[in-house]
């Protein structure tokens, strides 16, 4: 590139990054999800703290499996986990939730802080930012809006904070003879598939600047062909 170009390249590369906008949108964070927060810290973990905060050292990127951005952010509000996710009842009643969620059109809202927990991913929670991304049906596939979205967001955190790893949430057991592995129940697992091997390893290829840990070697929780 010619020296005369390159001020005007950069110029344009810094005003592509700062164009995305992160819309605020939280979860109502009461006393009932603080203190179910805790427990499940310490239930699950055997972690006790005062404030369920966490220390991001990983993004998992995961789908909704929910058509709209209305029913996805839905399937959050609530404090409590519903009665109809019995495979997950039993490890805690609080509900499931991420830090961000990304609309089919790429809009990323942020639905609680990047260092409070959500309980997104078994055996990881403690230290994993999650990003949902709304679809992941037959009907409504995850978009390249999506993709470009979260790409960009990751980088955000990446530049942020100390994160070691990018995964798709179908690879979270092969964190299970690592540190970071912290569930204390070996019969808690459930089969993901979310967000697809094509997406999350293209989100890597794209991101391979930032010197990821490559994820560790072991099984992958999908389901069976």
């Not at 390249?9 to 009932?32: A, G, M, T, W, Y």
């Not at 993004?59 to 499996?65: E, F, G, K, L």
């Not at 404090?79 to 089919?104: C, F, H, K, M």
């Not at 530049?159 to 299970?176: A, C, M, P, V």
Request: net charge negative; with cysteine.
């Amino acid at each position: 590139m010619k020296p005369l170009l390159l001020p005007i390249f950069l110029s344009v590369l810094l005003l592509s990054c700062r164009s995305r906008e992160i819309i605020n949108q939280p979860l109502d964070f009461n006393e009932d999800r603080r203190e179910l927060s805790l427990l499940y810290l310490q239930e699950r973990y055997g972690l006790i703290q005062d404030e369920p905060f966490i220390t991001p050292k990983m993004v998992v990127v995961h789908w909704t499996a929910i058509p709209t951005l209305e029913g996805s952010l839905r399937a959050f509000e609530d404090s409590r986990l519903p009665s109809s996710r019995e495979g997950i009842a039993g490890a805690g009643d609080l509900n499931v939730s991420s830090q961000y969620l990304i609309d089919q059109d790429g809009t990323i809202y942020q639905l609680l802080p990047d260092t409070l927990m959500a309980r997104h991913v078994i055996g990881l929670n403690h230290c994993a930012i999650g990003i949902e991304n709304v679809g992941g049906t037959p009907e409504t596939p995850l978009t390249r809006k999506q993709f470009r979205a979260n790409r960009w967001l990751i980088r955000q955190l990446h530049n942020k904070y100390d994160l070691d790893y990018l995964i798709g949430h179908y690879e979270y057991t092969r964190f299970e003879n690592t540190a970071l592995w912290l569930e204390k129940d070996d019969g808690y697992r459930t089969v993901k598939s979310d967000p697809g091997k094509d997406f999350i390893e293209g989100l890597r290829r794209s991101l391979n600047d930032l010197d990821w840990k490559p994820v560790p070697e072991g099984r992958d929780a999908l389901p069976k062909e």
